[in-house]
């Protein structure tokens, strides 16, 4: 049952989602955030997050049932039927809405469902199955761990919400075509139009550089956006932001399918790193 409900629920994608709502519950406020909200706040993220990556994998079973990474999912394996996971995910989703409202506010629900929102109808139901810019568009939908943060510990969305905003949005093609790179022949296989399938690898290494160059810029200018962030943070941002664009160079030279999953992963480090100094940064 715990390795089912993993599967379904993909919980190393959601710590890093949860990693970008501390700097959120950080910044909003000019104490700490008391342990309870923290808690509540991040439970009920949890829970959402994981209710969209059960709705994702009922919409996707059967293009699940042919890819090697995805054939050994709960559905496509028939642990699970389609329409329980379906149910599942109603329930889940309606649980964290509820915890969020009632013990947090309104606007952080609002936030963190509208993430559910855009992640299974923008991102898995429009366009992913369309074009070569889901992840773009649809990365939207991973942008709002900040937000949650924000609105969680001062019921609004400040301008340097945004910025964190916009910092993830241009962090997310890069990631995420990495990995289509690494896996180009199971969503060529699968029909899924990401961009290595569609315009091959060479366009798609120079993408993940355009959108690697315009992220270091808004890690290094969140500084100049945010006055609580201090050397602590400059410093680490301007020796992650070196070791980003040395990664995205290599594999612009390179272009193997090896290193571009080396990259993958060395992007959710960066972006976990990125959060871990905004926040260090703010309490000192």
């Known amino acids: 049952?715990?390795?089912?409900?993993?599967?379904?629920?993909?919980?190393?994608?959601?710590?890093?989602?949860?990693?970008?709502?501390?700097?959120?519950l950080y910044l909003g406020t000019e104490g700490t955030p008391s342990l309870s909200l923290t808690l509540i706040t991040m439970f009920g993220t949890y829970l959402m997050s994981s209710a969209s990556f059960i709705f994702n994998q009922y919409i996707e079973w059967e293009k699940?049932?042919?890819?090697?990474?995805?054939?050994?999912?709960?559905?496509?394996?028939?642990?699970?039927?389609?329409?329980?996971?379906?149910?599942l995910g109603i329930v889940i989703m309606l649980l964290a809405f509820g915890i969020l409202h009632y013990y947090v506010n309104l606007l952080t629900a609002i936030c963190a469902w509208s993430a559910l929102l855009l992640y299974v109808f923008l991102y898995t139901l429009w366009l992913k199955p369309r074009t070569e810019q889901n992840v773009v568009?649809?990365?939207?939908s991973g942008c709002i761990g900040p937000l949650i943060g924000y609105a969680a510990i001062s019921n609004s969305l400040p301008l340097p919400a945004w910025i964190l905003f916009l910092m993830i949005f241009l962090w997310t093609p890069a990631h995420f075509w990495a990995l289509a790179i690494f896996l180009k022949k199971d969503y060529e296989y699968a029909g899924i139009p990401m961009m290595p399938v569609v315009s091959g690898v060479d366009k798609t290494v120079k993408q993940?550089?355009?959108?690697?160059?315009?992220?270091?810029?808004?890690?290094?200018?969140?500084?100049?956006?945010?006055?609580?962030?201090g050397m602590i943070y400059l410093t680490s941002a301007i020796l992650l932001t070196i070791l980003f664009l040395s990664?995205?160079?290599?594999?612009?030279?390179?272009?193997?399918?090896?290193?571009?999953?080396?990259?993958?992963?060395?992007?959710?480090?960066?972006?976990?790193?990125?959060?871990?100094?905004?926040?260090?940064?703010?309490?000192?």
Do not use: C
């Open 1 to 24: 049952m715990f390795k089912t409900w993993n599967q379904l629920t993909k919980p190393r994608v959601t710590i890093l989602v949860l990693a970008t709502v501390f700097p959120g």
């Open 64 to 87: 699940d049932a042919v890819m090697y990474r995805t054939k050994k999912r709960p559905i496509p394996e028939g642990i699970i039927t389609p329409k329980t996971a379906l149910v």
């Open 137 to 140: 568009i649809g990365g939207i």
């Open 208 to 229: 993940i550089f355009l959108y690697s160059i315009a992220y270091s810029l808004t890690v290094l200018g969140f500084y100049f956006t945010e006055a609580r962030m």
């Open 247 to 284: 990664f995205a160079y290599k594999l612009l030279q390179v272009k193997e399918a090896l290193f571009a999953k080396k990259f993958f992963f060395f992007s959710i480090l960066h972006l976990f790193l990125v959060s871990i100094a905004i926040v260090v940064d703010s309490r000192i």
